[in-house]
């Protein structure tokens, strides 16, 4: 089951809604083989970034389905199918398997704020139920309430088909010890774009990124430079990227991006509430690093 990895960039992909609110499939298989042509490796879907709260169980069940049947085998797609109930995440990543996918994100559950111990038991049930779906943990406390430690990784990262962590924590502390307790072919993943390379020269993989859905191809080049021993290069990206990926996340994501792809001409719609859309001030500043980096 332990696979190297799911590549280098994964696309936490945002979900397109019609202007009634509704989801819009025809666009998101658009934007789906948009981006694998633009430098994704692969797509996570209704993940934060998809809104994935505010999706339904049928929306997100046919949004599965039309995301892997536009990208085929031409890429990897990663089901968000975590919750803060063990039995929904497990009746959310059996589907998931059956419907064919390449691997599910399991983030940590929220709200109700478990132990170090039952965010064990919580992960080991989900990952036991469904033993031939690869699971990509993804630690973002910021969201969660809970910081799922590098010791409860390194026990979590024995078992088979536990082969990856989204690490968003934003603490470096964390992801190096990380490193140095799991096995190498356990795979992590920077979850801040503005942290993959800093991330990547402690033993990170790739990055599952919100900004890869305007600079995929950048990130690609970055973390190519990365391994091929051009830090001068990686450096330089990183920096040119830089005040893109801080704008990104000027206020609440997916708001940044959704208005980004707008901008673009992508008709992927506004958020739903309780998301609102971003307010004129931050679009004005968002429209000037868009138009200098020539992404508009």
């Given at each position: 089951?332990?696979?190297?990895n ?22 998101a298989?658009e ?6 042509e ?11 970034t ?7 169980k ?17 890429a ?25 996918l ?10 109700n ?15 036991y ?6 699971i ?34 934003g603490n470096?502390?964390n ?11 356990f795979?992590?993943?920077s979850?801040?774009?503005f ?10 993989v ?5 900004a ?7 990130f ?38 959704k208005?980004?792809?707008r901008?673009q ?15 004129p ?16």
């Open positions: 089951m332990r696979v190297e799911f590549g280098r960039v994964l696309t936490a992909m945002v979900t397109p809604f019609k202007e009634d609110g509704s989801l819009n499939y025809a666009v298989e934007l789906a083989v948009h981006l694998i633009n430098g994704s490796n692969g797509l996570v879907v209704c993940g934060t998809g809104e994935s709260p505010t999706l339904s049928d929306e997100k069940k046919e949004l599965f389905k039309v995301v892997k049947n536009a990208v085929g085998s031409k990897v797609v990663i089901a968000g199918t975590g919750s803060n109930s063990t039995k929904e995440a497990i009746e959310a990543t059996s589907l998931a398997g059956k419907l064919g390449d691997g599910s994100l399991q983030v940590v559950p929220y709200y704020k478990p132990p170090q111990e039952g965010l064990y038991e919580h992960f080991k049930n989900v990952a139920a469904c033993p031939d779906l690869p990509m943990l993804y630690n973002v406390p910021s969201r969660t309430g809970r910081n799922l430690e590098p010791h409860t990784i390194s026990k979590l990262a024995e078992i088979e088909n536990i082969v990856a962590i989204k690490e968003a924590s470096l502390e992801a190096c010890q990380i490193r140095k307790l799991t096995p190498k072919d795979a992590i993943y979850g801040e774009d942290l993959t390379l800093p991330l990547l020269t402690v033993g990170c790739g990055v599952v990124s919100v890869s859905h305007l600079v995929g191809v950048q690609q080049q970055l973390i190519k430079a990365f391994f091929e021993g051009n830090t001068i290069l990686a450096t330089s990206i990183q920096l040119k990227l830089f005040d893109l990926f801080k704008a990104l996340f000027m206020t609440t994501n997916p708001i940044p991006i208005a980004s792809l901008m001409g992508w008709n992927v719609g506004g958020v739903r509430s309780p998301l609102v859309d971003l307010n001030e931050l679009e004005k500043k968002l429209t000037e690093v868009l138009k200098e980096l020539s992404l508009i």
